[in-house]
Structure formats: structure tokens, C-alpha cells
């Protein structure tokens, strides 16, 4: 076997930052090796300078046996390595042929005009070779992201890439996506390619990857065949210390019916599929999960729920009290706090700091404001505190929402949610792009407050996160409630089926 | 039931929407009808070899400024200044005529001096980041200044002394044609136009560079990573847009042979309409060329509306309420998503 790429030793600094300190990491030519570590590692910063995005302060690269430096992308591009950014680089209208062969395009009649046929033929005939299964003359903006990220590994081939890097490439991708994204490694390694990619994910980097190198605090850990590790030694390099992989739900009295939730309906919008007559409660000290693949009507339940939306039939009740029509602001002072799915839309105002979005929703309640103006000074202090008890780093109130990382960010959100001191909490998908440590923290949060006696509504696409915290699950798809289950007795086999929507068996209601 | 519910909404506002439109345009028909009856036009005066010339003759700035703003835009600069373009391409054509004694030598001066606007304007817009909006203002204004102050300064009025100007080239043949034998009986910047509308398009659509300004005005940073240079780029079609914008100017007031800069000068807004006329036609040249023709047909018809009854002066707005009309019902243009956009290579 040969070394496809080798680095040695790379250092970068930043003004202020090292961002990698002394790295060292080995390719084998045709294999799949995953960068794991926690957001901020200095993965993404590693493969920018492979790529000549960035020059590194020390260290030797090493292509294919021969040193080289890469001034710009350009160069590594010539050098046959691509790299897949997280965002992805393709302009909307354009087909999928024309983002191809963008800036490569081929010619005809003496350079006066691209071959769009040739271009078309072209990148069929990759995708053909490779198995992409990606359609050269649809537009962009009519595909899917699992098809807009084929069209990116499409384009790093077309330019004769060798080795082909991709920064956190399942993050935006379903689950069935990501197994067809697998099955597209298996291919290009097959065919000689090799495969770097960056991942803060252990499942993924187990089932994926050959070789395995984790990086810490911009420190190369260590590097390790995948079949030769166990998720536990690979957290444990991670995070520096021991994780709890497995969630413990110690048993909790279930209090009495806080939130009852009967026969709700909302149409739908722009083909998303809408919410069909769903009921269902939810009681004080409990854990309700909400399991099902994303776009199942998930976040229109939700929506009527923290009275974002309200519903064309059917009641919700609340306390006792019908709280069907009433407005957000009503259901926040009546203790219903809500963690969003999307922390950059709808959680935080990133380019406020963190005393402003610690404020967010606060605004009217008496401790901040006295009629009319706002006590920056008690602002502060709640910011502070928020930031303190929940381990937010940078520790800065002052500091902007955007410039924390993601699970920072999370974990701030959760913390001036909780702040408010709930009766009910709705949390969508908590721990989506949040490293492990913030995620573990998180779930010990969602735990304390059942034991604390608040009802916990949680929304995640993570069948790990919902079955392990959950006291009771429904499955929700096409809009409805398949079932509800018992998360300790059904099966992975049995949640499958549910998700995809086929009707049990047995039509027992718990 | 739900499908049901939400199709039945659909439809009904879809519905609303039709039946805005309809409303919209019947009375414009209905506005322009009562215009007709006051006046003694026929049907026939308007389908005519004299009214398709005239048109033709008015097409040339609006059409040229158009195909300019395309490039510009498509590219990621919004060039809200063709305006001043013309102003200044239509007196620097005439100065250079009465200068030389050329008509052609005329043309080139007033290429060049819309090209000098337009690579000023590119260095303020994308070396220096200004507004592209207020840079592009800023370039109206300052031709609209400067054009009849060097008139006066040069020639003692803020109009210039009548010149030569451009003759006809009748084709024979096709210019016996019966109505659209007027295509081909025409000035030297009118044939150029056709050229330039079938060229613009088969550049944009089917060369790489028309790739690469498509690219650049949609997403910068996809055309960086791909290895092309996107200022280059957007000079070029800036630079571009100057040239077009300059053979639209010069070409106007050389079919004239006179500059005459009181008011709002001999352009009188025609920049403007050239925005309007590209956006209508979606950023392809050969749309913006239709919209061109509507517009450059409702100003002919004005002129010659303006025989009736109503005062002149309201006459006069009737291609602007056109324009509105027509924008309001049409409606769905869809801009490049970077657009007004600065960019800074090496963004990461």
C-alpha cells in the first residue's frame, strides 16, 4: 500500500490561536480515513491547508511521495486533491453539468463556445463510473442536498482529484442519505480514490472510515485502525476524559396531566406534509419523545404547540386552561419554554451578544424591565450566570451569538430556556451539530428536569437520543401518529417499520 | 380533505391574481382607446413603415443601455447609472463630430466616454466597495452636470449646434417589404443592434465567459473555488456595460445631430426605461430587446397621441404608466441572488 498524503508536523497560528500544534497524520492511497474530534479540534483548519486555503506556520506536506506547498486551491487542485466544503459551492440555477465544469469548461469551435453536449456526456459518464446517480442537466435548485453533494464530489473529480476531502459531509444529510453517501466511499476507494473526511461523529467514523485519527485541542491524539477501537476508547480520546455514551433515565414518579393535546390538524404549506389529527398528553416528570425522520410534520406539531401557529381543528389544553389560539408571548408566561430546531433562525440573534439574546423573550418579564425600560445591569448578571452555570466558552457576555461555536451556542440557548423556569419544556433536536461533550451535558439537563417535575416534550431524529431519554415515544409520519411506544421494549426493526409508516400489528395505545 | 382544502385556496388566489391582472390591463387598453378616439389616428397609422422607423430609431438607446445593465448585473453590479451613460456618450459624440467633422469619429468619442464612466464607476464599485446603488447615482448625476455645462462652456448653450448626422442604409430589396420593410431601412446603430442583441445573447448563453458572469452575479464564491477570477470578471462586464451603454448614447444623438442638454437632456430618462426593459425581459438580451420595442412603441405613439384633445403633458406619461402597468402584472423577474453583493476573495 501507498501513503497518499502525508503531514508532518504541521503548525498553524493564528493571531492569538494555534489552531494545530505539531500534527501528524498518514493517508493510505484507496482508503477511507475519518479526522475526528470536537468542534474546534482544528480539524476543518488541517484540511484548509492541505487544500492551500491556508499557508501552515510549520510543517512538511507531502503528496504522493513528493514534498509540495499549495499557494491556493488552485494548486492543491492540480496536485489532484478536492476538497467538499460543509457549504456547498454551487450556483442554484445553474445544471448540474454547467456547475461542473464551471471555469473548466469544454470548448468547441476554437474556444468560441462551450460544448454543452460534451459537458453533459462528460459528467454523466462520471457519474456512471462512480455510481452518483446524479442527473447532469437538472438544476441545482431543484435537487435534493444529498444530490447537490454528489454534484460537489462530481466537480472535485471532474478536475481529476485523487483524493477527495470532505468537511463534516453527513451533517446536512438524512439518515438514508448518509448510507448512500457511505456506499458512494466504498465505491470511489474501490477505484483507487482515497477519502479523507472530517466528522465530530463516532458512529459515522466507525462505519465509514478504514483509519481513524483524532484530533484534540489542536493535538494529534493518536491514530487507530477502526477495527481495532471501541466508541467508548474513541469518545474518551475525543473529549480527554471518560463520556457516558449510554443514557441512564433513572425511574421517576410521573406527575399528573399538564398538557393535552386533542385531535390537532393544520394544513399544509408548500408540500411539507401537514399535521392530521394528532392527540396526545404529556404529564409533569416525564420525558415525551417524538421519533420520525425529518419533514414528517414534526415542526408544524411543534409550532402549534408553542403557538408559533395555531391549528385549523382540534384543541390544546394546557393546565387546564384551552390554550388552542393563544399567541406566542401568552404560552411563554404561562412557563412553556422552547429550545428551536434551528439556533441560527430562530434561537438567537447572531449578531447580538449574549446579554441581548439572554434577554430574548425575557423582555416583558419584571426582573428585566421596568415598564418600559430595560435594566441592562440585571441583563448582564442573567447573561453571566446562564454562562457560568451552563459552561459556555468563551465565558464573555459580551461576546457575539455568532462567534461561539455550535454546541456553545446550544448550550446557551438551553440555559436561558431553563432560566425561565418551566412547566413544560419542547425541545427540537437539542444536540443537532453539538460535539459529545455538550451534547452528554445537555441530556443531563433534560434528566434533571423530569426528576424536577417538568414536563419534557423532545423532538430528535436521533433514535439513540429519543429511545434513551424518553419515558414514552410516539412515532410521527406523513403528518400523524403512527404509535406510541414503550422506548425500553421496542426494537430497532420495529421503529424502522413505524417510521416508514406502516400501522402495527396490534393497535395498542398506551 | 386537507390537499382539498389547501388546493381550493390555491386556486382562489390564483384566481385573484388573473383577475388583477385582467383588470390592469383592460383599463390600460380601455385608457388608450379613449386617447385613440380623441385623436384622428387609425389602426393603420400605427402599423406603418413610418412608425416601426420611428421605433426603431427610439430603440437604440433603450436597447443598448439594456443589453449594458445585463452584463453589469448578471455579473453582481447593479449599474443604476446607464443614465448618465447616455448623457454623456450622446454629447461627447456630437463634441467629437463638430471637432473632426467625423459622424464615425463622433461614434468612438462617445464609446469611449461612456467606457471612462463605466471604468470609474467599476473602480469605485469593486476596488473600493462603494454602494452600487449610490455609485451608480452618482454617475447620473454627474453627467447630467457635466454634459450641459461643457455644451455651454464649448458652444455657449446647453445645446450644441445641429452636426452631421448618421444616413440611412436601405437595403434593397427587403426594404421594399411591405411594414417590416422599415427593419431594413434604417441607420448604421440600428443594425449594429441587432448584431449586438443576437451577440450579447449567444455570449451569455453559450460561451464560457457568459458562464462565468452568470456565476459571479449567483454565487462569487462558487467561481473563485472553481479557479476564475471574479473581479476580472466583473470588470470586464462593468467595462462592458460602458461600451454598450456609450454605442447607445452615441449612436442616439447621432441619428439626431444634435446634443440638447436643457431638462433632463435629450435622454430623458431612457436609462431608466433601459433597467426596467431588462428586468421585464428577464436579464436574456432578445427579451429585453422586446420590452425595448414595447417601450420605444409607446413613446412614438405618445408623440403622435399628443395631437388630441388631452394635454400633451399628460399624454406624455403614458409609457411610464405602461411601464408600472406591465411590471405589475408580469411581475416574477428573478434577480442574480448576489446581486449588490461585494466580493472579497479568500472569504473563508
Known amino acids: 500500500m501507498t501513503t497518499a498524503v502525508q503531514l508532518d508536523g504541521i503548525t498553524k497560528r493564528f493571531p492569538g490561536v494555534l489552531a494545530n500544534d505539531d500534527v501528524d497524520l498518514t493517508v493510505e492511497q484507496g482508503t477511507v480515513h475519518a479526522l475526528l474530534g470536537e468542534n474546534g479540534a482544528g480539524k476543518t483548519t488541517l484540511m484548509n491547508i492541505l487544500y492551500g486555503l491556508y499557508e501552515p506556520t510549520d510543517g512538511r506536506i507531502v503528496v504522493d511521495g513528493d514534498e509540495r506547498s499549495f499557494e491556493s486551491p488552485r494548486a492543491a487542485i492540480d496536485a489532484g486533491i478536492g476538497m467538499i466544503h460543509q457549504h456547498f459551492m454551487l450556483v442554484d440555477p445553474m445544471t448540474v453539468a454547467e456547475n461542473v465544469t464551471l471555469g473548466a469548461e469544454p470548448r468547441k469551435w476554437g474556444g468560441l463556445a462551450v460544448d454543452a453536449d460534451a459537458a453533459v456526456r462528460d459528467v454523466a459518464a462520471l457519474s456512471e463510473q462512480y455510481g452518483l446517480d446524479v442527473d447532469p442537466t437538472a438544476p441545482i435548485e431543484t435537487l435534493s442536498v444529498g444530490v447537490q453533494q454528489r454534484t460537489e464530489i462530481l466537480k472535485a473529480l471532474y478536475r481529476g482529484a485523487e483524493v477527495l476531502i470532505l468537511d463534516e459531509p453527513t451533517a446536512v444529510l438524512t439518515p438514508q442519505e448518509v448510507e448512500e453517501l457511505l456506499s458512494i466511499f466504498e465505491q470511489l476507494t474501490d477505484q483507487g480514490k482515497t477519502i479523507i473526511f472530517i466528522t465530530h461523529k463516532l458512529g459515522e467514523a466507525m462505519a465509514a472510515a478504514d483509519d481513524i485519527t483524532v484530533l484534540r485541542d489542536g493535538q494529534t491524539i493518536g491514530s487507530i485502525a477502526a477495527a481495532d477501537t471501541s466508541r467508548e476508547a474513541l469518545a474518551e480520546m475525543m473529549v480527554g476524559r471518560e463520556v457516558l455514551l449510554e443514557i441512564e433515565r433513572p425511574p421517576v414518579e410521573r406527575g399528573s396531566t399538564l398538557l393535552t393535546v386533542e385531535r390537532v390538524s393544520t394544513p399544509s404549506q408548500r408540500g411539507v406534509p401537514a399535521v392530521s389529527d394528532v392527540s396526545f398528553s404529556a404529564h409533569a416528570g416525564e420525558i415525551f419523545g417524538i421519533a420520525g425522520v425529518d419533514g414528517n410534520g414534526q415542526r408544524e406539531l411543534i409550532e402549534l404547540l408553542t403557538g408559533l401557529s395555531t391549528p385549523a381543528s382540534g384543541s390544546i389544553v394546557f393546565d387546564g386552561e384551552v390554550i388552542t389560539h393563544t399567541s406566542r408571548r401568552d404560552r411563554i408566561e404561562r412557563g412553556i419554554a422552547y429550545v428551536p430546531e434551528d439556533r441560527h433562525a430562530q434561537g438567537l440573534v447572531m449578531p447580538f451578544d449574549l446579554v441581548e439574546n439572554g434577554l430574548l423573550g425575557n423582555q416583558r418579564t419584571s426582573s428585566f424591565t421596568d415598564t418600559g425600560r430595560i435594566d441592562w445591569d440585571a441583563c448582564h448578571e442573567h447573561a453571566s450566570s446562564i454562562i457560568e452555570e451552563y459552561d459556555v466558552r468563551p465565558p464573555n457576555p459580551s461576546a457575539s451569538a455568532e462567534s461561539l461555536s455550535g454546541g456553545n451556542q446550544q448550550k446557551f440557548i438551553v440555559g436561558r430556556e431553563l432560566a425561565r423556569d418551566p412547566a413544560l419544556l419542547i425541545a427540537t433536536h437539542p444536540t443537532r451539530g453539538v460535539d459529545i461533550g455538550s451534547t452528554e451535558f445537555i441530556h443531563e439537563q433534560l434528566l434533571a428536569l423530569r426528576e424536577a417535575g417538568v414536563a419534557v416534550i423532545l423532538v430528535s431524529s436521533k433514535l439513540d437520543e429519543v429511545r434513551g431519554l424518553s419515558d414514552r415515544m410516539a412515532v410521527m409520519h406523513d403528518g400523524t401518529f403512527v404509535d406510541t411506544v414503550d422506548p425500553d421494549a421496542v426494537t430497532e426493526e420495529e421503529l424502522g417499520l413505524l417510521m416508514a409508516g406502516e400501522q402495527p400489528a396490534r393497535g395498542e395505545q398506551q | ?348
Open chain 2, 1 to 348: 380533505m386537507t390537499t382539498e382544502v389547501r388546493s381550493m385556496a390555491e386556486i382562489a388566489q390564483r384566481l385573484k391574481r388573473r383577475w388583477l391582472e385582467l383588470v390592469l390591463v383592460s383599463a390600460l387598453l380601455l385608457a388608450l382607446g379613449v386617447l385613440f378616439s380623441t385623436t384622428g389616428l387609425t389602426l393603420g397609422d400605427v402599423i406603418s413603415k413610418r412608425f416601426l422607423g420611428a421605433t426603431l430609431r427610439l430603440s437604440v438607446p433603450i436597447a443598448f443601455a439594456a443589453l449594458g445593465g445585463i452584463f453589469a448585473e448578471k455579473s453582481g453590479v447593479i449599474n443604476i447609472g446607464l443614465e448618465g451613460h447616455l448623457i454623456i456618450a450622446a454629447f461627447a459624440a456630437i463634441a467629437g463630430v463638430i471637432m473632426t467633422g467625423s459622424v464615425w469619429a463622433g461614434f468612438l468619442a462617445g464609446i469611449l466616454a461612456s467606457t471612462l464612466f463605466a471604468v470609474l464607476f467599476a473602480i469605485v464599485c469593486i476596488e473600493f466597495q462603494a454602494d452600487q446603488v449610490i455609485a451608480g447615482l452618482a454617475i447620473w448625476l454627474v453627467a447630467l452636470g457635466l454634459g450641459p455645462f461643457l455644451s455651454t462652456v464649448l458652444y455657449g448653450s446647453v445645446n450644441t449646434p445641429q452636426t452631421g448626422s448618421f444616413q440611412t442604409i436601405t437595403i434593397p430589396g427587403l426594404a421594399s417589404l411591405p411594414v417590416i420593410g422599415a427593419l431594413f431601412d434604417v441607420t448604421p446603430p440600428v443594425y449594429l443592434l441587432y448584431v449586438a442583441v443576437i451577440g450579447c445573447w449567444y455570449v451569455l448563453n453559450h460561451t464560457a465567459f457568459g458562464r462565468w458572469v452568470n456565476a459571479s452575479g449567483e454565487n462569487p464564491q462558487a467561481l473563485d473555488t472553481a479557479g476564475i477570477d471574479v473581479i476580472r470578471v466583473r470588470y470586464v462586464s462593468v467595462i462592458l456595460s460602458g461600451v454598450l451603454a456609450g454605442i447607445g448614447g452615441a449612436g442616439y444623438a447621432l441619428s439626431i445631430g444634435q446634443f440638447t442638454g436643457s431638462g433632463e437632456t435629450m435622454i430623458g430618462g431612457r436609462g431608466f426605461i433601459a433597467v426596467v426593459a431588462y428586468l421585464l425581459g428577464n436579464y436574456n438580451p432578445i427579451g429585453a430587446f422586446l420590452s425595448t420595442a414595447l417601450f420605444a412603441g409607446l413613446q412614438t405613439l405618445q408623440i403622435q397621441l399628443q395631437t388630441g384633445v388631452l394635454p400633451a403633458s399628460l399624454v406624455q406619461t403614458v409609457p411610464y404608466i405602461t411601464v408600472i402597468v406591465v411590471l405589475a402584472a408580469v411581475g416574477h423577474t428573478r434577480t442574480p441572488a448576489a446581486a449588490g453583493e461585494h466580493y472579497e476573495s479568500g472569504d473563508e
